[in-house]
């Protein structure tokens, strides 16, 4: 797999009946070894261990519904109070970010209506955090740190 813009971590990768498979800490299980789920499991480490996320607000692969329509958030972040507080959204590291990627989360959002969108093909990063009020949002240089995000 290519290397990523992302601190390195303890990866644990394995064979099952001939696919290559990663353990995602969130989900306590191997999953197939994709590029997304190489720049998933390299980011969820990084926001654990160099960023102080807590694990136990993380969630990978959450499905949202709207109607009949059933909707698939790569990463959530909740708050305390079990609220989403940031989406994330992984792509592969030969995926561009392009307005189409953030049309994408923006979708997610329109549901949820979380404080910061968070997109990754693990090479670029970008965080933005919502300014509803102004009906606006603010791109920010960095991940801020889990202390910094609600204040």
Same mark, same amino acid.
């Given at each position: 797999m290519q290397e990523? =813009?992302?601190? &390195? @971590? *303890? %990866? &644990? /990768? *394995? &064979?099952?009946?001939?696919?290559l498979t990663i353990f995602d800490i969130l989900r306590r299980r191997h999953v197939a070894l994709t590029p997304e789920e190489w720049v998933r499991q390299h980011f969820i480490h990084f926001l654990i261990e160099h960023k102080g996320y807590p694990k136990g607000l993380l969630a990978n692969e959450v499905e949202l519904r709207c109607g009949e329509k059933s909707l698939r958030c790569d990463s959530l972040l909740y708050d305390n109070e079990m609220r989403p507080r940031m989406i994330i959204e992984y792509k592969a590291p030969s995926v561009e970010i392009t307005p189409k990627v953030f049309q994408q %989360?923006? =979708? +997610? =959002? @329109?549901?949820?209506? /979380?404080? +910061?969108? /968070? /997109?990754?093909?693990?090479?670029?990063h970008y965080c933005v955090k919502m300014d509803y009020g102004n009906q606006n949002f603010l791109y920010l240089e960095n991940i801020p740190s889990y202390e910094n995000l609600f204040t």
């Amino acid at each position: 797999m290519q290397e990523l =813009n992302l601190p &390195r @971590f *303890e %990866i &644990r /990768v *394995e &064979r099952h009946a001939g696919r290559l498979t990663i353990f995602d800490i969130l989900r306590r299980r191997h999953v197939a070894l994709t590029p997304e789920e190489w720049v998933r499991q390299h980011f969820i480490h990084f926001l654990i261990e160099h960023k102080g996320y807590p694990k136990g607000l993380l969630a990978n692969e959450v499905e949202l519904r709207c109607g009949e329509k059933s909707l698939r958030c790569d990463s959530l972040l909740y708050d305390n109070e079990m609220r989403p507080r940031m989406i994330i959204e992984y792509k592969a590291p030969s995926v561009e970010i392009t307005p189409k990627v953030f049309q994408q %989360i923006a =979708n +997610y =959002n @329109f549901l949820l209506h /979380v404080d +910061y969108l /968070v /997109v990754s093909n693990g090479l670029t990063h970008y965080c933005v955090k919502m300014d509803y009020g102004n009906q606006n949002f603010l791109y920010l240089e960095n991940i801020p740190s889990y202390e910094n995000l609600f204040t």
